[in-house]
């Protein structure tokens, strides 16, 4: 199996298995316990990882959906880090870099569904600051990359800046909600469902721009 096709498997599978999730969390949000089932909106992922709801109901199935699901899509993060270098092939210290950086960042990610909030609160922040930072970094680089290279990758330049834009705000304002200690905001976890929906879509271009670019150089 490509790396191309795995990219693109990873992505449905973490948007079946994580629907799937969603439906079985039983309710609640950091602005209303007493609400009822699944809040796009006002409900983080990691809401969904809890063992027990945030309304106080046991969340086992869940909990346990939620998990493989964001497993998933760490695993799919690696393998977009490890398929962005054949857009920019020409720059190989920009590719290792790029490289590097998206392992740790998928590492950490796994990390932060293994310490969930529910059972070692502030850990789980600092497990999502240490794989945020290189997550951020390798997008960043991997942009510039592809920029420098001049390709026709027009969709995974675009989308990709529109992720780490949203991305980049989203996490700033859930470190400095960390830091200070203050009351959750409804901004970090709206901003975390746009650019979770982003990065799914640049996932998906990337996978296109890397068939795209294997044809071109056959």
Same mark, same amino acid.
């Given at each position: 199996?490509?790396l ?6 990873? @992505?449905?599978?973490?948007i ?7 439906? /079985?969390?039983?309710?609640g ?11 796009l909106?006002?409900n983080?992922? &990691? ?6 709801a945030?309304d106080?109901?046991?969340?086992g199935?869940g ?5 493989? *699901?964001m497993? +998933?899509l760490?695993?799919?993060?690696g393998?977009? !880090? *490890?398929?962005?270098?054949?857009? !920019? #092939?020409?720059? /190989?210290?920009?590719?290792?870099? @790029? ?6 960042? %998928?590492?950490?990610?796994v %990390?932060?569904v ?5 059972? !070692? ?5 600092v497990?999502?600051v &240490?794989?945020g ?6 997008a960043?680089? *991997?942009l ?8 026709s990758?027009? /969709? #995974?330049?675009?989308l990709?800046?529109l992720?780490?834009? #949203?991305a980049a705000?989203? !996490?700033?304002?859930y470190?400095a ?11 970090v976890?709206v ?11 640049w ?6 721009a %890397?068939r795209?670019?294997? +044809?071109?150089?056959?």
């Amino acid at each position: 199996m490509t790396l191309r096709i795995l990219l693109a498997l990873t @992505v449905l599978a973490f948007i079946a298995i994580f629907s799937l999730a969603a439906a /079985a969390y039983p309710g609640g949000t950091h602005f209303d316990h007493a609400s009822v089932g699944h809040d796009l909106w006002l409900n983080t992922m &990691c809401d969904v990882t809890r063992s027990v709801a945030l309304d106080g109901r046991p969340n086992g199935l869940g909990c346990m959906l939620a998990s493989i *699901a964001m497993i +998933v899509l760490a695993a799919g993060l690696g393998v977009t !880090f *490890a398929l962005l270098p054949r857009l !920019f #092939v020409a720059r /190989a210290r920009m590719a290792a870099a @790029v490289r590097a950086l998206g392992t740790i960042s %998928a590492l950490g990610a796994v %990390a932060v569904v293994l310490l969930p909030s529910d059972r !070692f609160g502030s850990v789980h922040g600092v497990a999502i600051v &240490c794989a945020g930072i290189p997550g951020l970094a390798a997008a960043l680089l *991997a942009l510039v990359a592809v920029l420098r290279e001049r390709t026709s990758a027009r /969709a #995974v330049i675009a989308l990709g800046g529109l992720a780490l834009g #949203v991305a980049a705000v989203d !996490f700033a304002l859930y470190v400095a909600e960390l830091v200070s200690g203050s009351a959750s905001q409804a901004s970090v976890s709206v901003l975390e469902r746009i650019a979770t929906a982003l990065l799914l879509a640049w996932m998906l271009a990337i996978a296109h721009a %890397a068939r795209s670019a294997s +044809v071109a150089s056959a």
